[in-house]
């Protein structure tokens, strides 16, 4: 039996910036990527409108997993690389054609666990690209197993008896690594997530923004929520926004709390132009982000 699908007529004002004959998506019903995709893609058009930057110069690069799908329905350039190499592959784009601003889109399962030695490095070389980190606490498209972010104690089908191990504050790690912009919001921060990405993208370095989300469907029902509504309150509780004065006044502690806030804004030298420093190639006179400095 074939089943008929409606032609829908979607109309939003990002609809511009995605691949709308791809809708409806894969995402579950109060999953928070799409307000963090969303939060992404006003982010660009602000700046476009205002001529900071072309979505010509964009490269949406995204990993594996359920935040990795975005790429399939953002219309910019970009690819949907293997496990856990988004930033590797990111690292080639800006590489290969310094004029690109590559973003990395994925989850905290392919950027903290398995890409998380790319992140490390990116990080402490303060490498030209945005990353963007939607922290669902597991990896979700996969069922729920443990991720580096799962809260100590909580269920996942890799710890049926709960995480015996230390949550890794990723936010937290990268401002350590020398990252020239590091944030985190949760969810009910869309405007913020636009703000950051509106400071972030159009500047040199390293910048990193996590974004804490709600996964009402895989790691929600695990550990006991029975409706998106209820994780989503729970979360409020204990995500704080705070403008802590050194690294270590940073939380990540879902029984206590996950601070949120603007943790580095800096504009130091990226890899690129380290790189200029040493070796004065053409392409260094083209650099987007030596304009973007000076602004
Ligand atoms: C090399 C490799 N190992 C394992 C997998 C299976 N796999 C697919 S998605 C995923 C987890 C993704 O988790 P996360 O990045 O947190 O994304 P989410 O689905 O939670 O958004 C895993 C382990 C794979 N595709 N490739």
Known sequence: MT???PKLEYRHRVDDLLRTERLPHVWCPGCGIGITLQAFLRAVKALEAKGVIDRKQLVFVTGIGCTGRASGYVRL????TPHGRPIAYAYGVKLANPKLVPVVFSGDGDLAGIGGNHLL???RRNFDML????????Y????G???????????????????PERPMDVARLVAALGANYVARW????????????????PRRGFRFIEVVSICPEIFGRHIGFRSPVDFYERLRK???VRKPKALEEIKYDWEDEITLGVFVDKDEPGYMESICQVYNYDWCKELPERRWSKQ
Do not use: C, W
């Open 3 to 5: 089943v008929q699908v």
């Open 77 to 80: 350039d970009g690819a949907h």
């Open 121 to 123: 490095h990116a990080a």
């Open 131 to 138: 990353v963007i980190m939607v922290n669902n606490f597991n």
């Open 140 to 143: 979700a498209l996969t069922g």
């Open 145 to 163: 197993q443990l991720a580096p972010t799962t809260p100590h104690g909580a269920y996942s089908t890799t710890t049926p008896k709960g995480n």
């Open 186 to 201: 949760s969810i009910h921060y869309p405007v913020h997530i636009e703000e950051s990405v509106k400071r972030a993208l």
């Open 238 to 240: 204990v995500a704080k």
